[in-house]
């Protein structure tokens, strides 16, 4: 069994640097929910050296927030801004002679985009225009992969490390209890059982079956060095082979 480990980066926490010791693809900020035009050009050069996968993550310009703030945009508005954060990314790999290799929804747009086909398709077809052969990196099992299969072949479906699901394989509200998971070696293991049954574990059990390619943990959270190196630890002594995109 081969997967991917992502995980979110250029966006301030400090902990990038041990990060892409473990993972195999980066989902590096575009200046708008965190981070910087310098801490992006910056992260990216250190993934390249890292021999990691390199990927443009945009959010709402949200900075307050972190990009968790949901907010009602116009399809105009919502191309607009992902094509603007695309176009950054791609112009900061491209000027350091590097190559952007998927594309991956922050925060709020990610979570409206897992639950609204018609606004998922809308943010991929504005990032496919500044870029065609972006892998779409999706939450397996929503409506993100629905609208992402509709546009291209060139999808990765994600699960989650850190992060509780309800059982339509969305995310638990992160205002709820036990929405975000805390210790490594349970989440390592939900993680193994996850991809032995390909199948999403609902907080309540239910199994949702699907398709996975990637595992992201949160570069922003305490735990997320020791998460990624228990995850990846676990993973490797079952047998499954990390690899990037």
Known sequence: MKVDLNADMGEGSGSDAELLEVITSANICCGLH??????????????AAASVGLGAHPGFDDRANFGRTRMQLSATELTDLIAYQTGAAQAAAQANG?????????????????????????????????????VLMVLAATAQEQAARALTQQIAAEIFADRAYNPDATLVDRSLPGAVLH???FAAERILSMLREGA???ENGYRIPSRIDTICLHGDTPEAVAMARAL??????????????
């Open 34 to 47: 965190a981070g910087s035009a310098g801490l992006m050009a910056q992260t990216l050069r250190a993934a």
């Open 98 to 134: 590097l190559k952007l290799r998927h594309f991956k929804l922050h925060g709020a747009l990610a979570n409206m985009a897992s639950e609204d086909a018609e606004m998922a398709e809308t943010c991929y077809r504005a990032a496919l225009a500044v870029q065609p052969d972006l």
């Open 183 to 185: 210790d490594p070696e």
């Open 200 to 202: 999403i574990i609902a």
């Open 232 to 245: 990846r630890a676990r993973l490797e002594s079952a047998g499954v082979t990390l690899r990037a995109l």
